[in-house]
């Protein structure tokens, strides 16, 4: 049973920060990505880095957030300049699959359980 361990969310003031860790338990992942989830909103991607360590980022978050990794299965999303629009449930999302693009939610076939990031 593969698992994607998350932590880090919480509550913050607007132009407060967060950090977000993940591990995923396999042996082998090439993208990893964050997504996140506002209620009766669809899943977006945020930040993914893929096997060359070359991030992605979504326009909204681009200059604030920063992902990256210290080994194949840890990533880290450092969250800075919350906006409330921000706020949302945080998934952490791993894929095996070497073309996985880090903002297409099918392309990821392991998930967290999700990290709520609340900025007020």
């Known amino acids: 049973h593969v698992q994607l361990v998350e932590s880090g969310g919480g509550s913050v003031q607007a132009g407060g920060s967060l950090r977000l860790s993940c591990t995923a338990d396999l042996h082998e992942t090439y993208c990893m990505a964050w997504f996140r989830q506002a209620p009766a909103k669809e899943r977006e991607g945020v930040a993914g880095?893929?096997?060359?360590?070359?991030p992605y980022y979504a326009a909204s978050v681009k200059g604030r957030f920063t992902i990256s990794q210290d080994n194949k299965n840890t990533v880290y999303l450092q969250m800075n300049s919350l906006k409330p629009e921000d706020t949302a449930m945080y998934y952490c999302?791993?894929?095996?699959?070497?073309?996985?693009?880090?903002?297409?939610?099918?392309?990821?076939?392991?998930w967290g359980q999700g990290t709520q990031v609340t900025v007020s």
């Open positions: 880095i893929y096997p060359s360590g070359t």
């Open positions: 999302a791993a894929s095996t699959i070497f073309s996985a693009r880090a903002y297409v939610p099918s392309d990821f076939r392991y």
